[in-house]
């Protein structure tokens, strides 16, 4: 599995005009009997920015102001409707949809949700959750070694490994954002 080589010249990551429009429109054959137009939502339009290794970046803004639909197009879940995102000098939007250049790429960029009860299956054990990540890009991973990343990744949050065997139900908000981390982190972004 060859990573792309870091950059040390350029910022880790270039936003470059984002923008992302959703079509909110009622569907075609209820627009069309109506005489309705398409409504098109407008969630992110002209985002530049660049974040140099080693430093953060605070995206701060009421809610609904496009501040997860800017997360979701860095990490490759949307794309964007225009604009780019350069990350580590390479068009990460391009790379996202190639085989395993894209999947080594993704991997290098995690991203963990702001609403833990929300982003965590309450019906897979914390183990499933932490390691599931592992699946993907460590394929080569016995169960075993899987389940001794798993509790490292629990130790290194403040969680016990023990905690492995439970559901998310069973947590503090705090504890399930720790969780949301550790998956995060499992992978070594």
Known sequence: MSMPQPTSSRALVQANDLA????????????????KPRQLLRAVD???FEIERGQTLALVGE??????????L???????TRGNLVFDGLDAHSVFKRGQEGRNLRRR????FQDPQSSLNERAKVSYIV?????????????????EKVRQALL???????FASRFPHEFSGGQRQRIG???????EP
């Open 20 to 35: 992302k429009t959703f079509d909110v429109s009622a569907p075609w054959l209820n627009r069309v009997i109506e005489g």
């Open 46 to 48: 002209g985002v530049s």
């Open 63 to 72: 809610s609904g102001c496009g501040k997860s639909t800017v997360a979701r």
């Open 74 to 80: 860095l990490v490759g879940l949307y794309e964007p």
């Open 109 to 112: 960029i995690q991203m963990i």
């Open 131 to 147: 390691g599931e990540g592992l699946q993907n890009v460590r394929p080569d991973l016995t169960a075993a070694q899987r389940e």
């Open 156 to 162: 290194d949050v403040g969680l016990l490994p023990e």
């Open 181 to 187: 981390i550790a998956r995060a982190l499992i992978v």
